[in-house]
């Protein structure tokens, strides 16, 4: 079992940043292929980014790629998504989760997440 909580969500201008948290506890948090998702209202969750269980691999969906950065800090047990030059579009609940099987882009290989941080984004 790992809980995951996220943190850092809130409230930005357009071309602005911020940096989510994800916070891990229970089992080894090194077991895991960690990753990003997002869901805003009335659409379904989509994958945003995945990183492997080293962090020698990342991945990125093509709407974010260039502006945000998944990394993690296994001493730490926390997986960050820094989000720069953040859109309206960007506006969504974030989600983070843990994948035993390995890093995936989709959302049923993930066997455990968090309760999600909102992200708003203003124009």
């Known amino acids: 079992q790992v809980q995951l909580v996220e943190s850092g969500g809130g409230l930005v201008q357009a071309g602005g940043s911020l940096r989510l948290s994800c916070a891990a506890s229970g089992r080894t948090f090194t077991y895991y292929a960690m990753g990003w998702f997002r869901q805003a209202p009335g659409k379904e969750r989509e994958f945003v980014s995945a990183i492997t269980r080293t962090g020698s691999s990342t991945y990125y969906a093509d709407s974010v790629k260039g502006r945000f950065t998944i990394s993690r800090e296994n001493a730490k047990n926390t997986v960050y998504l820094q989000m720069n030059s953040l859109k309206p579009e960007d506006t969504a609940v974030y989600y983070c989760?843990?994948?035993?099987?390995?890093?995936?882009?989709?959302?049923?290989?993930?066997?455990?997440w968090g309760q999600g941080t909102q992200v708003t984004v203003s124009s």
């Open positions: 989760a843990a994948s035993a099987g390995g890093v995936s882009t989709y959302a049923h290989s993930y066997d455990y």
